[in-house]
């Protein structure tokens, strides 16, 4: 699943409560833990909890190199992908008759002889200025205007006192996350002040190279260019105290030349397509769409003590990376403490460190899934009515690129995809999983038969009221929880996965997902922590799902407004 930054604390106390049963020897096993390798066997048509484990053991295994799009890892699990479906009988449906779509993906970087000057005096690269939003600039002797307080709308200077300038707004309230400032029209760039207040982890990712979309077709909208700016720098723009500045006072002149390299990523980055062709001839030229992302995060550039990163996480930030940079309290520490303490004298000389983010449910889970189901569906004597359209979008860890250009270069007719089932993270979800909050902020817990839904009705009150119909019908007595799909939820999950790129277009989705835990965008996702059985029961689920859907008479229905695909998405 794509990162959103968050929220909330869990006490000390309650997640001792939580953890004892997982890391003390003398209390019960609440979860149970697999082996650190597998061997595998061979799988059937049958969705198994056997099946998947031999599948994810294989597909987030370190030698995948944690699947990051653009690198050989992903390349190695995109290959393992296409060599199962093929043994399946699954028809090509990428390009030029193979089984992958090429995405054309690009790394954009920092340009180090690139200078920003104010009166003639260079400021220093990342101390002192940071671009933030990878635009080339390249002007001199430009005018600096102090444009006032970046949340005060109301007091901001005019267009035209910003136009052909550089213009520098405050921000009161500290910059905590970089959020797009307001267009000031005309403007050369924006500066904002506060680079200083950023975490390092921030700093890092706008310093380091980014890969991004090269789409000529679809043209990223103009935005305006950004400079954060620390306050020291500020002060070197104007003759007046920071504090004593007003919209529209002048300062000096700036020069800018700020440069970015744009170089071809090393690998390439695919997308897997396959098709199951359905039995009936009318309705075959349509298709249900079942997706995962077959990319993760790659490697960490230092090797961490896997085990005390993962109870540390457990005990400080049960919803991992959705926690941010939220530090321990002293209770929290203490607890950590005492728990790898006592992990370390019950499983002696078992210390290791850790580089690889393995994905295992992010999305290993997801894409194994997604075989499981299209091994079960090709094995049926009679097809589905309509044909089963299968996609491992690539990129989903970058902002959902590889389904953004499956969407809007999709390799058969888009109009013909009645829907889109998306799984991604479905391998865990139980009691001692945090597996999200309300809108309210009140932590959710699994169960042995949680699953969350999201954006089922949000386009087809029939698709989602089918859903409901074959978890009761069907007897997989799934316990569905809406929740994270309220409207206005901070957590935003409707905007971050790959069913969005089919939404924008007006195409019914559902988000299946067991939900966040404490390994989530963890160095400690592993196959060993994923529950099986709960897995294949979410799987068995989603494939009669899909069959229902293809099944029917008519297409399911789009009751509700479409969104705009080139708009900003809101849940």
């Known amino acids: ?30 979860q149970t833990i697999g082996p650190l390798k597998h061997t ?44 199962e479906i093929k043994r399946m009988g699954l028809i090509p449906g990428g390009d030029s008759g193979t089984y992958f779509q090429t995405v054309p993906l690009k790394t954009r970087s920092f340009d180090t002889t690139s200078t920003l000057t104010v009166a003639g005096a260079p400021l220093t690269a990342v101390t002192d200025y940071l671009p933030v939003a990878r635009h080339s600039i390249d002007a001199v002797a430009v005018p600096i205007v102090f444009g006032g307080e970046l949340s005060d709308s109301l007091h901001r200077i005019a267009e035209a006192e910003a136009a052909g300038k550089l213009v520098v707004l405050k921000v009161t309230a500290g910059i905590t996350r970089v959020r797009a400032p307001p267009a000031v029209g005309g403007a050369v760039a924006i500066a904002l002040i506060g680079l200083e207040n950023l975490a390092p982890q921030v700093v890092a990712f706008f310093s380091r190279p980014q890969n991004f979309l090269d789409d000529p077709a679809v043209a990223p909208p103009e935005t305006m260019p950004v400079l954060l700016i620390s306050s020291a720098a500020a002060a070197k723009m104007f003759t007046a105290p920071l504090d004593q500045l007003t919209p529209g006072a002048t300062g000096g002149t700036a020069g800018l030349h700020i440069h970015y390299r744009v170089e071809p990523i090393p690998f390439p980055a695919r997308n897997v397509i396959g098709i199951i062709p359905g039995r009936d001839p009318a309705l075959r030229g349509e298709y249900v769409a079942i997706g995962a992302h077959n990319d993760h995060l790659g490697r960490s550039r230092v090797a961490l003590d896997h085990d005390s990163v993962r109870i540390w ?7 991992g990376a959705d926690d941010g940079d939220r530090r321990a309290t002293p ?42 189901v299209a091994e079960k569906i090709a094995s049926l004597a009679a097809k589905p009515k309509r044909s089963i359209l299968f996609v491992w979008h690539t990129g989903e860890e970058k902002g959902l690129l590889g389904s953004r250009y499956f969407t809007d270069h999709p390799t058969l007719a888009r109009d013909s ?19 999200g909050r309300t809108k309210d902020g009140i932590p959710i817990h699994g169960s042995p038969g949680y699953l969350q839904l999201v954006g089922s009705r949000r386009l087809s009150t029939e698709l989602g009221d089918l859903i409901e119909r074959v978890n009761r019908e069907g007897r997989h007595e799934l316990t569905l929880d809406y929740s994270i799909d309220a409207n206005g939820h901070p957590s935003n999950i409707y905007c971050r996965s790959d069913h969005y790129e089919y939404a924008r277009y007006g195409i ?64």
């Not at 909330?8 to 939580?18: E, N, R």
């Open 1 to 30: 699943m794509h990162h959103n930054p968050a929220r909330a604390t869990m006490s000390g106390a309650a997640a001792l409560v939580a953890l004892l049963p997982l890391f003390l020897p003398s209390a019960a096993v609440a």
């Open 313 to 319: 996480n457990h005990v400080v930030r049960p919803e």
């Open 417 to 435: 995809i009645v829907a889109q089932l998306n799984m991604d993270m479905v391998g865990r979800g139980d009691a001692d999983d945090e597996v």
């Open 508 to 571: 019914p989705i559902t988000f299946f997902t067991t939900g966040l835990h404490s390994d989530y965008h963890q160095l400690s996702d592993e196959p060993e922590y994923i529950d099986y059985g709960h897995m294949a029961r979410v799987v068995r689920f989603v494939e009669d799902v899909a069959v229902h859907v293809a099944d029917l008479d008519h297409r399911v229905v789009v009751d509700h407004p479409k969104p705009d695909p080139r708009g900003p998405c809101r849940q």
């Open 331 to 372: 209770a929290q520490q203490a607890t950590v403490d005492s728990l790898l303490a006592a992990f370390r004298a019950s499983h002696p000389g078992t210390k290791r460190a850790d580089s690889t983010y393995n994905g295992a449910d992010d999305d290993g889970s997801g894409s194994v899934a997604a075989l499981e």
């Open 40 to 83: 595998p066997e061979r799988t059937g048509p049958e969705i198994t909890a056997a099946d998947l484990m031999t599948r994810l053991y294989i597909f987030a295994d370190d030698s995948m190199q944690g699947r990051e799009a653009g690198t050989i890892g992903n390349v190695k699990g995109t290959d393992y992908i296409a060599g």
